[in-house]
């Protein structure tokens, strides 16, 4: 930033903006951009602290359809659903069980084979 000025250009922040909001809404698929039947059904099954956990993160808190107390049921697009989900949801270990699609099941063990197979080869000497 080498030719920065004053102007007589002034924003006035809307009393309702919230920057945070923004900046989630910004990481999210356009909800207009996607019908319902184009995203993927993810229920997960799992304890109620890991489920409270789970529905309180910044995209599944969006995606979430109905909950129980040992069930969650998410709608996602699909990109996300293999970008990022599985990463996050190998978090949480033993704790859940993804009881629906059986292809993020086998996502997150390429993932954790993968590591597996990582971690033992960096490891020796």
């Known amino acids: 930033m ?7 250009i002034a924003f006035q922040r809307p009393d309702a903006f ?26 997960i099954q799992g304890t ?12 599944f808190s969006r995606t979430l359809v109905e909950r129980t107390a040992e069930i969650a049921h998410f709608k996602l697009d699909e990109q996300s659903l293999y970008m990022h989900t599985p990463y996050y949801l190998l978090s949480f270990g033993g704790k859940i069980r993804i009881t629906e699609p059986p292809e993020l ?3 997150l063990s390429d993932i954790a084979e993968s590591l ?7 490891g020796k000497h």
């Open 2 to 8: 080498r030719d920065i000025r004053w102007t007589d």
């Open 18 to 43: 919230s920057a945070g909001e923004f900046l989630i809404d910004s990481l999210l698929p356009d909800s207009g951009s996607q019908s319902n039947d184009q995203l993927v059904s993810v229920r």
């Open 48 to 59: 109620p602290q890991a489920l409270d956990d789970l529905c309180g993160h910044w995209l």
């Open 105 to 107: 099941n086998d996502c």
């Open 116 to 122: 597996h197979l990582y971690y033992r080869s960096t």
